[in-house]
Nanobody
Framework: QVQPVESGGGLVQAGGSLRLSCASS????????MGWFRQAPGKERELVAA??????TVYYADSVKGRFTISRDYAKVDLQMNSLKPEDTAVYYC?????????????????WGQGTQVTVSS
């Protein structure tokens, strides 16, 4: 069973960068769609970026396009976050979906990490 474990969150000033990493403490991520979600207080969990296993299928939320980059291999998934804004402040979650197609809803993801806090100060 896949068990995502996130690392790399923290406090950063606006305009700065952070890199989040996600590894599995169980099976590898091979064959899974991998996504990074975030949830800010009082808001719904939203998909920030996702990447498929086959080919180069990738998804970015409009709010992070040009600033965030998702990369992956069979063992880990990284989210490079540049030009961070205060509105990027949230708990970030790594998730795995046992789907052939890239999926964008939280309900479609089967395995979740515990989350890591990202705080961007103005």
């Amino acid at each position: 069973q896949v068990q995502p474990v996130e690392s790399g969150g923290g406090l950063v000033q606006a305009g700065g960068s952070l890199r989040l990493s996600c590894a599995s403490s169980g099976r590898t991520f091979a064959g899974y769609i991998m996504g990074w979600f975030r949830q800010a207080p009082g808001k719904e969990r939203e998909l920030v970026a996702a990447r498929g296993w086959i080919g180069s299928t990738v998804y970015y939320a409009d709010s992070v396009k040009g600033r965030f980059t998702i990369s992956r291999d069979y063992a880990k998934v990284d989210l490079q976050m540049n030009s961070l804004k205060p509105e990027d402040t949230a708990v970030y979650y790594c998730a795995a979906a046992g789907s052939y197609w890239l999926v964008t809803t939280a309900a479609a993801y089967d395995y979740w990490g515990q989350g890591t806090q990202v705080t961007v100060s103005s």
